[in-house]
């Protein structure tokens, strides 16, 4: 089975910058959709950003030009880049997998990874 396993998660003051990595064991060639999702305790768990095997990107209105998702394809990993960081970013960040675009049948989930940002 393919796993995913996020890094790069840590403390960080607002206005300072993370990045986080996703790791699949696989390639992620195989996947048509990747993509970062983050829980807060006590919340849904939202969509971040993601991105397609054709590159087109989508991103959740609160980080839109603040994060930026890309993928390494020869390294089999997603990155997420974020700037700008305010405390409302803070939850656990988790990568996912999606073979179809129009099916999260099956999604690939990684174990998360905590970012907090706090002064």
């Known amino acids: 089975q393919v796993q995913l396993v996020e890094s790069g998660g840590g403390l960080v003051q607002p206005g300072g910058s993370l990045r986080l990595s996703c790791a699949a064991s696989?390639?992620?060639?195989?996947?048509?959709?990747m993509g970062w999702y983050r829980q807060a305790p006590g919340k849904q768990r939202n969509l971040v950003a993601s991105?397609?095997?054709?590159?087109?990107?989508n991103y959740a209105e609160s980080v839109k030009g603040r994060f930026t998702i890309s993928r390494d394809n020869a390294k089999n990993t997603v990155y997420l880049q974020m700037n700008s960081l305010k405390p409302e970013d803070t939850a656990v960040y988790y990568c996912?997998?999606?073979?179809?675009?129009?099916?999260?049948?099956?999604?690939?989930w990684g174990q998360g990874t905590q970012v907090t940002v706090s002064s």
């Open positions: 996912s997998a999606d073979r179809s675009r129009w099916s999260s049948s099956g999604r690939l």
């Open positions: 696989g390639s992620i060639f195989s996947f048509d959709r």
């Open positions: 991105i397609l095997s054709d590159g087109a990107t």
